[in-house]
Every structure is written in C-alpha cells, then in structure tokens.
C-alpha cells in the first residue's frame, strides 16, 4: 500500500478531531439544558399555590432573573424560571408541564401552544425584539494575548468561508429560534453554503455564547442582548434587519394560569419592567 503523505495524514486527524470536538459540544449542549429543566422542574414540585411558574427563552435568563428578585422584594414568593430553547419549553408544556407564564424568542413556537389551545390568546403580547450578530471571543482561556479581531463585511459576494479558521456556534439551525434566524441571514446574504459543515448548533442561544467565550467556537451568531451579557466576546457584526425574520418575543399566560400570574405579568409588561429590559439592551415594542 503506498504511503499516505503527512500533510494528508495530519489534515484526517485535524478532520477527525474536529468530528468529535463538534459532537461533544453538541452533547455538552444537551446535557447543559437537561440540567436547566430539571433543576427547575424540582423547583417547580416545591412550590406553593402562590408560586409564579415562568418558561422563558433562554436569552431573557438575566433581565427576568432579576425581575423575579424585585418581585419577591415587593414582597412575593420567589417566581420559579425555567430557562431553555423557546421550543424546548413549548414542547414542555405541551406534555403537561406546570407553567403560568411563556416567553418565547420566536413567534412561531408561541403560535405553535396558541393554536393547540394551550395559552390564553388574549393575554398574547408581543413585548420586546433585538437584533442578531456575529460575535467572536476576545482571547482563548490558557492562551497568551487576545486574538485578532475577524473583520466581516455584511453583503453578499464576502468571502466568508476564508474570513475566519474554525468552527460557527449558533443555536440548532432548524429548532433552535436563534439558529433559525442565523440560517435567514446565512442564506440571504449568501453565506449558508459555505459555511454549513461548520455551523456547530447548540440547545440554545446561552450555549452557543458560552462556546465562543471557550474559543470553542470561533465565531458565533447571538442575539445583541445576549452578546452584551458577555465580557469575553466582542461583537464582529450585526446582520441588516432584512436579512432575517424580526426578532419579537411573544409573552402568554399558560392556558389554567395561577392567579398570582397575571399580576406578574402586568407589572412585567408594565413600566416598571420595560425600564428593566431597556437596560439589557432590549427594544421595548409599544403596547
């Protein structure tokens, strides 16, 4: 048999090891949302009739971890928060699991419990909407010195594929909302081609941010306000708004809601809770 030449030995096993570094994200990704969910389903079997019982998109982790805490102050039992993939929850909650109130980061996964009877249509609101970008980290944990910065021009015909070396993080690009709106703007602009074999989709936009932040990843595609939360990432770019769907979170009371959830919900939707995601760089939608 002839001799396979190193440089083509070296680039199978640099090929093999990027096959197993993508499925162990995958699966650490997995097991990061599993965690999530039960965590807060144990919370949930605890809990009291006066318990606010939220699911809610992944990205709204910080905002309404720190409603809930001017919640409580105000004063009122703690809110039990669940926070996972918009569809994760959907599903969730569609199997029976106890929820007064959904926040979801796409419209279609909120249309997907409201036409199955399973939230209170006329509590709907569209509440906030952000924008979706490139980010990449700022240094490799265990490395000398930050990295140089990745320069992308938003138009098509950029030579994506070569701008950068490595893998993309996003969220899963056929579930996941945050990958969905990556793969509109890939295909929109061009891109999705080119860059498919290296897209690494995550449960969710918080894995995929946390990915990048490990240099994991070495680009990835989050919403604004998540890259905001994040001191070991800097944002490349951000994607024209006509490239992707608008990025609107829907909130709803669960269909058979507590009580106590609907005044949660109103003080949330309130001005007290609008001048709270104005601070997490959210765009507060008129009511």
Same mark, same amino acid.
């Given at each position: 048999m002839p001799a396979v030449p190193a440089v083509r030995m070296r680039r199978?096993? &640099?090929? &093999?090891?990027? *096959?197993? $570094?993508? *499925?162990l994200t995958a699966l650490l990704g997995l097991a990061a949302a599993q965690a999530s969910l039960a965590a807060a389903q144990a919370s949930l079997a605890a809990d009291t009739p006066d318990t606010v019982r939220v699911f809610a998109a992944a990205s709204?982790?910080?905002?309404? /971890?720190?409603? *809930?805490?001017?919640? /409580?102050?105000?004063?009122?039992?703690?809110?039990? $928060?669940?926070?996972?993939?918009? @569809?994760?929850?959907?599903?969730?909650?569609? =199997?029976?699991?106890? +929820?007064?109130?959904?926040?979801?980061?796409?419209?279609?996964? !909120? #249309?997907?419990?409201?036409? &199955?009877? $399973?939230?209170?249509? #006329?509590?709907?609101?569209?509440l906030l909407a952000t924008a979706l970008v490139v980010v990449a980290p700022i240094a490799i944990p265990g490395q000398p010195g930050?990295?140089?910065?990745?320069?992308i021009a938003m138009r098509r015909g950029f030579p994506i594929a070569t701008a950068f070396e490595g893998k993309l993080c996003t969220g899963e690009p056929d579930v996941v909302p945050a990958g969905i709106y990556a793969k509109q703007a890939l295909q929109s602009l061009g891109w999705w081609d080119s860059l498919q074999g290296r897209i690494v989709g995550s449960d969710d936009v918080r894995a995929?941010?946390?990915?990048?932040?490990? @240099?994991?990843?070495?680009?990835?595609?989050?919403?604004?306000?998540?890259? $905001? !939360?994040?001191?070991?990432?800097?944002?490349?770019?951000?994607?024209?708004? =006509?490239?992707? #769907?608008?990025?609107?979170?829907?909130? +709803?009371?669960?269909? @058979?809601?507590?009580?106590? =959830?609907?005044?949660?919900?109103?003080?949330?939707?309130?001005?007290? *809770? =609008?001048?709270?995601?104005? &601070?997490?760089?959210? /765009?507060?939608?008129?009511?």
């Open positions: 199978r096993q &640099r090929g &093999r090891l990027a *096959g197993v $570094l993508t *499925g709204l982790t910080n905002a309404l /971890t720190e409603f *809930g805490r001017s919640w /409580t102050d105000a004063p009122h039992r703690a809110p039990s $928060l669940a926070f996972a993939a918009s @569809g994760t929850l959907a599903k969730q909650i569609e =199997a029976g699991a106890p +929820a007064d109130l959904y926040a979801s980061a796409d419209v279609k996964w !909120m #249309d997907y419990l409201d036409t &199955r009877g $399973l939230i209170d249509h #006329d509590s709907r609101r569209n930050p990295l140089k910065p990745v320069e995929a941010l946390a990915f990048v932040e490990r @240099g994991e990843c070495a680009l990835g595609i989050v919403y604004a306000t998540d890259a $905001l !939360m994040s001191r070991k990432v800097r944002v490349v770019a951000t994607f024209p708004a =006509a490239t992707h #769907d608008p990025i609107v979170y829907p909130f +709803a009371l669960v269909r @058979g809601a507590r009580p106590a =959830a609907r005044a949660f919900f109103e003080q949330l939707a309130g001005a007290s *809770g =609008a001048a709270l995601f104005a &601070r997490y760089g959210f /765009t507060v939608l008129a009511q």
